[in-house]
């Protein structure tokens, strides 16, 4: 597969060109703590663009955190205004002149009155230089109040968003939700998603991008040529609050996946900034078998739940062990059946996860072992960031894996005729023990969700798997 680096961006739409550094609006639709860490990633200081980075609030119900947000951003805006810290910004401004020629822009807002602060910035900008931070997994601390102190950080409700002057420039969208949210953020936002606006659907689920155009056309009442981009979530684990440090681990590279070659095309610049390594898929539905991360995290959750062991998701070496680490191999051959009825690569666990840990391609046999080491090594990065499970809140994240990711999966095997057997036990169990009622969340490969009959969403499945 043709790798993309973030320091190379293709061709963007919704840039505006200037003689040095070319710069995009990006509309983000979530809910925190994701939102803050991807408006960090965006915001930051990058060599090819400067994103002013917009949060949009009041969309859907899972927003309602973000209301805070609008209040925060608003205080910060107002002290920064006030006479007695003029000083301290003209100050500033200069401090980061300096900083931003030797690569340390950014540091003025995180305190560098601190030499404590100074001295690990310094050394983490050294690291980065040497490039040993390419290939380790790290768990990182983003200071909420810091990213909302930025300039091109906006917190806004539609209304807002809608009198800003900037906003005819903001035709590229983010959207960290599930699914399920699409349709009530589309009832919003549609009127300002135009033709050749770039949509990145982060953490996407089978066919999901089908699912939003489907959506879109029908408030809009039409087709509307836009690009959109389905993408693995570019932090294996995010948690944290506004007055607490937001906790994230990176990953290291993502696949992505249109519904055309073109589409891939014009919207790698923007998953590039998102992500150091971008992979382009042959097609949605590889994509979403390569999606490692949303394929084992239920397995895990469920073992915990099973076993009374919540607390132990933190440690996935205290959850592996031969019966679950089986199931996950059973699951790996059925969905390298299904990969081959419907012309894509064969899944392979052991080497997905390995390139995670290494950000290198896999060599040498794959076996048992090598699975279960890679399991432990990566695989225990995806519950660290939330340090305290209960059982609700697995329950509710095991519904939601299970229901936008795997569910679909039992089902497009059903319409390429390739059983799956364990993956379809998983669902099962997951309603068994699950305490909201999975059956009405499991998402439906239908026309009304993906505007296909099943008919001809399989016989597009068989003739190229959706591929270019």
């Known amino acids: 597969m043709e790798k993309v680096s973030g320091s190379a961006s293709a061709g963007a739409v919704s840039e505006i060109a200037s003689s040095e550094t070319k710069t995009a609006q990006v509309t983000i639709v979530g809910d925190q703590p994701s939102v803050l860490a991807l408006a960090e990633l965006l915001a930051c200081e990058r060599s090819s663009y400067r994103i002013t980075a917009r949060i ?66 310094l050394a983490e900008a050294a690291k980065s230089a040497s490039g040993l931070t390419a290939d380790e997994q790290v768990e990182q601390s983003i200071d909420a109040l810091s990213v909302l ?20 420039y903001s035709q590229s969208f983010v959207f960290a939700c599930s699914t399920s949210a699409y349709a009530a953020s589309l009832d919003l936002l549609f009127p300002y998603i135009t033709e050749g606006s770039t949509i990145i659907l982060l953490g996407a689920p089978l066919f999901a991008a089908l699912e939003f155009k489907h959506q879109l056309s029908l408030r809009a009442g039409r087709q509307i040529q836009v690009n959109v981009l389905e993408m693995d979530f570019p932090f294996a684990a995010v948690s944290g609050e506004t007055d607490t440090p937001i906790k994230t681990v990176s990953c290291l590279r993502a696949n992505v996946a249109a519904g055309s070659l073109n589409e891939t095309r014009r919207s790698l610049w923007l998953a590039s900034q998102l992500c150091n390594e971008v992979i382009p898929a042959s097609g949605l539905i590889e994509r979403a078998l390569l999606d490692v991360h949303s394929i084992l995290r239920p397995v895990f959750i469920l073992s915990a739940l099973l076993g009374g062991r919540v607390e132990a998701l933190g440690d996935l070496s205290r959850l592996l062990n031969r019966a679950n680490l089986s199931l996950i191999v059973q699951i790996e051959q059925e969905l390298t059946a299904l990969a081959q009825a419907v012309r894509c690569r064969p899944v392979d666990f052991a080497a997905a996860l390995r390139e995670e840990v290494d950000g290198r391609e896999t060599q040498g046999p794959v076996c048992d072992v090598t699975l279960a080491e890679a399991i432990v090594s990566i695989g225990g990065t995806w519950f660290a960031a939330q340090k305290n499970w209960s059982y609700s809140f697995a329950q509710e994240t095991l519904s939601r894996y299970v229901g936008e990711f ?42 009304n969700t993906v505007g296909l009959p099943r008919e001809a969403l399989t016989d597009l499945a068989l003739s190229r798997g959706l591929g270019f």
Not at 77 to 88: H, I, Q, S
Not at 411 to 429: D, T
């Open 149 to 168: 102190r930025r300039e091109n950080v906006l917190v806004q409700n539609l209304e807002e968003f809608e009198d800003d002057p900037g906003r005819e």
């Open 56 to 121: 949009i609030t009041g969309l859907f119900e899972g927003q309602n955190k973000l209301n805070s947000l609008r209040s925060v951003k608003r205080h910060l805006a107002a002290r920064l205004n006030e006479e007695a810290l003029e000083d301290a910004k003209r100050h500033s401004r200069s401090l980061s002149s300096w900083t931003g020629r030797i690569g340390l822009g950014g540091l003025v807002s995180d305190g560098l009155d601190n030499p404590t602060r100074v001295l690990s910035s």
């Open 406 to 447: 795997l569910a679909p999966l039992t089902q497009l095997g059903q319409m390429v005729g390739v059983r799956v057997p364990s993956i379809e036990s998983l669902v099962v169990m997951a309603a068994s023990v699950g305490a909201t009622d999975l059956a009405g969340s499991v998402r439906q490969l239908d026309t």
